[in-house]
């Protein structure tokens, strides 16, 4: 079965910065599109952004869109995403998933355990 695993998650005071990595266990990584979306306390998950297969083309949400990055590398099965300029309300637990499509988190197969991001005003 799939797998994959969050990392770089933590506290940072506003306007900084963190980068979260996704490593996947499996080697069909490549072959998905890899998304992240995050949840926090007392609300539904949300997409927070996109990346294609092959690396382009990559979708935001609104909130996040030029403040955050999303890559991946898929010669080491690993997708990343930057965060800058975080604000107290990009606070949660962030998840990165695949094998799904675009924003809608029910479609997705794979999912990661999350990596909480607290971010302090």
């Known amino acids: 079965q799939g797998q994959l695993e969050e990392s770089g998650g933590g506290l940072v005071q506003a306007g900084g910065s963190l980068r979260l990595t996704c490593a996947a266990s499996?080697?069909?990584?490549?072959?998905?599109?890899l998304a992240w979306f995050r949840q926090a306390s007392g609300k539904e998950r949300e997409f927070v952004a996109y990346i294609h297969w092959s690396g382009d083309p990559t979708t935001y949400a609104d909130s996040v869109k030029g403040r955050f990055t999303i890559s991946r590398d898929n010669a080491k099965s690993t997708g990343y995403l930057q965060m800058n300029s975080l604000k107290p309300e990009d606070t949660g637990v962030y998840y990165c998933?695949?094998?799904?499509?675009?924003?809608?988190?029910?479609?997705?197969?794979?999912w990661g355990q999350g990596t909480q991001v607290t971010v302090s005003s």
């Open positions: 499996y080697g069909y990584f490549s072959d998905l599109h």
């Open positions: 998933a695949q094998g799904g499509r675009y924003a809608d988190p029910k479609t997705y197969a794979y």
